[in-house]
């Protein structure tokens, strides 16, 4: 979606409301990519983001009335995200937790040596690179929920310490001293544990199988390296769109943005096609 003036998102707003499809569509297709990825980093595998984002788009279309212009559109839309995802019990790691400890533990004693070839004719380079991105996703898993937030917030969305904080229930001077210790262990971790991004012994290309075998990658089913990558420029969009006033940012080069994939944008566009969005908009 080309980018918008909050008062233009106000207008497609009151249309949408109104009975308007396609500016309902609009909407929807301006935010579906930046829930997705909020999701991503929250939840750590893409079939539970995609089952996320669904359940938040379908949110805010139905709260879509109650939107009344006092932040903007894409606050408000991330204040639903947020929300939900806080209180997300669906996906694999609530049942499944992670910790920096176990995470540290597998790298230092996992016997990858002993791991036969499982690669099934995929490439090894392919499937690293599939692993890395996974692994780094992953490891967002070892903090627990609202720390996982502040770090997702203030390092791959950039947002202004005021907003965040308000989304969060918290102070700005609050919000940014977590940010910034939290930070700081994620970047501790890396460096002490991890080969590609830090100075540890961690290679992903020497754990492949050893990931194959754990059912942490899987060669037939590579959701990173089949998924179409968007523009940092985008996240910056919605970072500005958010009334951004500072720059708290740190480069952590994993945290890139995707595409929502098309599965969840052809359910999203069934919706609304369907004869249930009428009953929506008679709210």
Same mark, same amino acid.
């Given at each position: 979606?080309?980018?918008?003036?909050?008062?233009?998102?106000?207008? /497609?707003?009151?249309? @949408? #409301?109104?009975?308007?499809?396609?500016?309902? =569509?609009?909407?929807? #297709?301006?935010?579906?990519?930046?829930?997705?990825?909020?999701? %991503? &980093?929250? /939840?750590? @595998?893409? @079939?539970?983001?995609e089952d996320a984002t669904q359940d938040i788009l379908l949110k805010m279309i139905t709260h879509l009335s109650s939107f009344r212009g006092d932040s903007s559109f894409t606050t408000w839309v991330f204040s639903i995200?947020?929300?939900? %995802?806080?209180?997300?019990?669906?996906h694999m790691f609530a049942h499944y937790p992670l910790s920096f400890e176990y995470y540290g533990d597998d790298i230092e004693?996992?016997?990858?040596?002993?791991?036969?070839?499982? #690669?099934?004719?995929? =490439?090894?380079? +392919?499937?690293? =690179?599939? %692993?890395?991105?996974?692994?780094?996703?992953v490891m967002l898993q070892c903090l627990d929920t609202e720390s996982r937030c502040i770090f997702i917030?203030?390092?791959m969305f950039r947002v202004d310490s005021r907003i965040a904080g308000d989304l %969060?229930?918290?102070?700005p001077e609050a919000y940014r001293q977590r /940010?910034? &210790?939290?930070?700081?262990?994620?970047?501790?971790?890396?460096r002490q544990y991890c080969g590609e991004y830090g100075s540890g012994k961690c290679k992903c290309k020497d754990r492949v199988n050893y990931a194959i075998q754990s059912r942490r990658l899987n060669p037939l089913q590579l959701d990173y390296m089949t998924a179409t990558e +968007?523009?940092?420029? #985008?996240?910056?969009?919605?970072k500005n769109a958010m009334e951004?006033?500072?720059?708290?940012?740190?480069?952590?080069?994993?945290?890139?943005?995707?595409?929502?994939? =098309? &599965?969840t944008k052809h359910l999203i566009q069934e919706f609304l096609d369907s004869t249930q969005l009428s009953i929506i908009q008679g709210l």
């Open positions: 979606m080309k980018k918008k003036t909050n008062e233009e998102l106000r207008a /497609l707003v009151n249309k @949408a #409301t109104a009975g308007d499809k396609k500016a309902l =569509e609009t909407l929807v #297709t301006g935010v579906q990519d930046i829930v997705f990825n909020l999701s %991503l &980093r929250m /939840l750590g @595998a893409f @079939a539970d983001a995200a947020v929300n939900h %995802l806080k209180n997300y019990k669906k004693n996992g016997k990858i040596q002993d791991v036969p070839d499982l #690669t099934q004719n995929v =490439e090894k380079d +392919i499937l690293a =690179e599939e %692993l890395k991105m996974s692994c780094t996703n917030l203030g390092t %969060l229930g918290l102070t /940010l910034s &210790r939290i930070r700081k262990k994620m970047a501790d971790f890396l +968007i523009s940092p420029e #985008t996240i910056m969009d919605v951004d006033i500072d720059d708290l940012s740190q480069d952590f080069s994993f945290c890139k943005p995707y595409q929502s994939p =098309e &599965r």
